[in-house]
């Protein structure tokens, strides 16, 4: 696609704008780092080194250790917030990973809430920022475990500290927005994305790269729970519903303000067993073993988001159904480990090529 084009998307309005990307060396943020480079924005980063090796930045060689910083330290992260000034904030950055969250539940109540209080802060404070969009995830509601998908106005609530902690991130995010946002002129929003997949995680203990793990290795792969449902979907969904709601947000409609759900259609969301089958039609030495026997921390059995508002408010919907997101994953990771070859910008042009065959406001 012509840089033109690129610039011209979500209306223009990450052309040339100073955007700062918390957790940019991760999975999610470094693909969002790539788009927002062809947008033509001005992006700083701030993260921590890249937690995997190999790294998505590093391999996109966008690793810049001018961008690596700590969330819980205030004192750094106001520097790059004054140093940079920018007019946008996507907050990705967070110890994301619930399993870990049981191992250690100081460190994921420390980053994810007074780290992203942190972050809210240094927006409040620096007077360039215009808007803030806060990443938190679908595991934000109160989970009844019943085949019904989650609204935005439904009860927030957790049962693991991982889901407990971004839970409170909405609670402290809404606070900021009516206490502070408001009189400083920033617009915000909070989104709740599903699970996501994608070429480029190496994190622990999560489905697809465990997959890449084993069949590398010709392993045989454990599965802890494969009746569990999740709403499954590529990385580069919940990310044109980041960039469309910094949009209307740097557009200063404040309609927009508030929560937003960004998943996959009902029909896409799969239990574990099925994206391993799924996925193993793309990639031959799939074997798997159920050991939902075993003892292990509670984690939710049935997850589904429903994103109707989103859909209908925001103009927002899926481009890629969970067929197509699995075998796109699967195609990265073969690109990668056969040739060495990475193969994202290829995916993000036959996204945006997808996106624009739908129709979708923000891609024509
Ligand atoms: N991957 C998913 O399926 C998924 C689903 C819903 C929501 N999310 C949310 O999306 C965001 C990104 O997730 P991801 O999958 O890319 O995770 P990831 O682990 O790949 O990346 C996490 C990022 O946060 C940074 N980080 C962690 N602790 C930090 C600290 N103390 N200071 C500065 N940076 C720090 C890391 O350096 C990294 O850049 C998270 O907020 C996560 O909760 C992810």
Redesign the pocket.
Known sequence: MEAMVMRGLFGGRYSGRRVLL????????SWLMVWLKQLGADVAG??????TDPAHIHLLGMHDPAFI????SDGNLRTTFNRFQPEIVFH??????VRRSYAQPLETFQ?NII?TSNVLEAARLTPSVRAVVN?????VYKNHEWPWPYRESDPLGGHDPYSTS?ACVELVHESYRKSFFKEAGILSATAR????IGGG?W?ED?LIPDVIRTVVRGEVMSVRNPRSVRPWQHVLDPLSGYLLLGQLLLEGKEQFEGSWNFGPEPADCLSVAGVLDEFGKHWTGVRWKDTSGNKEPHESGMLRLDCSKSQHELGWSPVWNVQEAIARTANWYKTFVTNQRVSSQDDLEAYLANAQKKALTWAI
């Open positions: 918390t957790g940019h060396s991760g999975f999610k943020g701030y993260s921590l080194e890249p937690a910083g700590d969330i819980n990705l950055a967070a110890q994301p990973l980053t780290g990443i938190t995830t679908d595991k971004k994305a599903g699970n996501v995680d994190a999560r």
